[in-house]
């Protein structure tokens, strides 16, 4: 049994294995179409220990083993889901459900009354059955945990239920998942939705995913492990999208709108609605379709070549795998070359721009309209530079340092630079991937880390802002497909610098300013670190705080907690000799 779980997020397309027959051929097929998917950047594989007759479950255990054993991944490179809650055969057994149900199951106390029928599928919510289905997963899959875990079709034993019974079953069954995630044998769970989401005007079918959120939180408070709901959502059935089905907080919305409010991510199934989609639509169609309105979307196939036309739709002509409008900016790069300033110093830096202004102001105008665009687009954006420093009293409580001022001006200087690759980014897995470059700044560096704070303030802000990256993008979902939005985030980072000040005792003296000129650091980037400093000294001011867009308190309270242990974290590992965070596996996919 593989130990562990997914250090990733769930990645924005996964695998699903529901298609198929119970052969061998397709059998090889799916390992072999599982591995490919893995090698080529699609490593979120979902099942169901009742597809094709626990056949699937146990393919992807083959493939992982095949993929672990040679090296090529480990347990935490892959995100693995599964569900439970339909009655299952085994068909290597020669078991089909009902038999299975006599020969293995009701010697453990499962009966064929536990179980609701709608359509030949047989559902439970015996917490019972749960337990001996998972285990039986994680024994197909040759794992001690399962990265998600669904609860599979609910709505049909809601149909012999009053609502009162189906929420105190829900609950009891909530309470079964919480413990085995406390057990470590689940680490997240969610709810598989079928018929309430197809037929969205059948009251037979609807339940209230905030009355399910608030039983979660009933049973685990806010730290509870309710985290998904997957549904059918496609071009041709965008219920989810249309109809308001859901109440929340007294206000009707629709299923996508209602899981946002409650921060559940929405997992997509069937984009290509069982191949009926492909009559009308192309696969680029399809794929994009769905990305602007889902976190997650499983594309069923055991076909490799299938599989690569659905990555190259979706690394050439689809947004980066969250919905987020893309935006060339061929014409911004050309610019950018031409002057010799990197992208993100285009729409920081506007002292840069009033210098290009004087020089030529043909080329100024030119630039600041697609610096407009650009900034629409939201490409890039890190944590402030109050959220930094923030960080670093934190950090400087529990270690000592020589130099506090070099050390402060080091974690704020990469966003100081107005040309040059300051943070070191670099694309990495075919194009497809994007991180900053750790390893090449600790060679380069690593000798003035240990001497000097600057340079260690600086590798610190790179560390950070690959953690933000996770943290808003991967956790929180943030969309900058709308335009307005990061503008909107950027007057969260001046709606709470004040607080950040006053909670952290931040002071502007704190910042001193420095000339960096002929130190090695200058090789990076072209750094305007006065500047730098008298545009950060001037955000140490007090301002009425206003409501909050997406960046709250609390969010601004947890990433510094996170971020001060990370950097840690890092510092004892550098101390230690060993290595420090790996770029590759703190990537993130390309946007645009």
């Known amino acids: 049994m593989i130990k562990g779980y997914s250090h990733k997020p769930m990645g924005t397309v996964a695998l699903g294995t529901h298609l198929g027959n119970f052969s061998k051929e397709d059998s090889l097929k799916y390992v072999e179409a599982i591995k490919y998917a893995v090698r080529n950047g699609i490593y979120s594989i979902d099942g169901a220990i009742n597809y094709r007759g626990m056949c699937s479950e146990r393919d992807e ?4 083993a095949e993929l672990m054993n040679s090296g090529i991944i480990t347990r935490e490179e892959v995100f693995i889901s599964s569900k439970a809650g339909l009655l299952y055969g085994d068909i290597s057994a020669k078991l089909p459900p009902m038999k299975y149900l006599s020969e293995k199951l009701e010697n453990k106390g499962i009966s064929i009354e536990d179980f609701s029928e709608y359509e030949g599928l047989f559902q439970t919510l015996n917490p019972a059955f749960y337990e001996i289905a998972l285990n039986k997963s994680l024994e197909n899959l040759g794992l001690e945990m399962i990265d998600v875990y669904y609860i599979h079709i609910p709505e049909i034993t809601k149909l012999k239920l009053t ?7 829900m609950e009891m069954l909530i309470r079964w998942y919480e413990t085995k995630c406390f057990e470590g044998k689940i680490r997240y769970y969610g709810i598989a939705f079928e018929f309430m989401v197809e037929e969205p005007f059948e009251n037979k079918w609807h ?12 049973v685990s408070g806010e730290k509870n ?17 249309t109809v308001k089905s859901q109440m929340i907080d007294g206000v009707k919305m629709t299923m996508i709108e209602a899981c946002k409010a409650l921060e559940l991510e929405t997992v997509a199934s069937m984009p290509f609605a069982m191949g009926d989609g492909f009559k009308k639509y192309a696969l680029s169609d ?8 889902m976190n997650h979307v499983i594309v069923g196939s055991k076909n490799p070549k299938h599989i690569e036309e659905i990555l190259r739709c979706w690394r050439g002509n689809l947004s980066e795998c969250s919905g987020r409008q893309r935006f060339s900016g061929t014409d911004l790069v050309e610019i950018a070359k031409c002057n010799n300033v990197s992208k993100r110093t285009i729409y920081r830096y506007k002292a840069y721009y009033e210098e290009m202004k004087e020089a030529a102001s043909e080329k100024y105008n030119s630039l600041q309209k697609h610096v407009t665009e650009y900034q629409k687009a939201g490409e890039n954006f890190m944590a402030s530079s109050m959220i930094h420093l923030a960080i670093i009293q934190c950090i400087i409580v529990k270690t000592e340092f020589n130099n506090l001022d070099r050390l402060r001006l080091g974690v704020i200087l990469p966003d100081g630079a107005v040309s040059g690759n300051s943070h070191l980014k670099k694309m990495i897995c075919e194009q497809t991937r ?4 750790l390893e090449f700044y600790r060679e380069k560096y690593g000798e003035q880390m240990k001497t000097d704070e600057l340079y260690l303030g600086y590798y610190l802000h790179l560390i950070q802002d690959i953690f933000y990256r996770r943290y808003v993008y991967s956790e929180h979902h943030f969309n900058s497909s709308i335009p307005e939005n990061v503008e909107r985030l950027h007057q969260d980072y001046e709606n709470t610098n004040w607080f950040v000040t006053k909670q952290y005792g931040l002071d502007k003296n704190m910042l001193r300013t420095q000339t960096l000129a002929g130190e ?12 730098l400093v008298r545009e950060v000294r001037e955000q140490f001011y007090p301002m009425e705080e206003k409501s909050s867009f997406f960046l709250t308190r609390e969010m601004i309270r947890e990433f510094i907690d996170r971020a001060t242990e990370i950097c840690l974290h890092e510092l004892n590992q550098l101390a230690q ?12 996919i390309k946007q645009g």
């Open 520 to 531: 090695p650091i200058m090789e990076l980037a072209d750094f305007r670190e006065q500047e």
């Open 163 to 169: 609502e009162d019974e189906f929420y105190e079953k």
């Open 577 to 588: 000799g060993k290595a420090g965070l790996d770029s590759f596996e703190w990537s993130w």
């Open 61 to 64: 255990g083959a493939a992982l």
């Open 225 to 241: 492990h309710f985290k998904y709901i997957l549904f059918e959502y496609n071009i041709m059935c965008d219920w989810a999208d």
């Open 286 to 293: 399809m794929l994009d379709f769905v990305s602007k309105k």
């Open 207 to 218: 339940i209230e995913i905030e009355r399910i959120k608030n039983i979660a939180r009933k």
């Open 434 to 437: 994007v991180t900053y470059d």
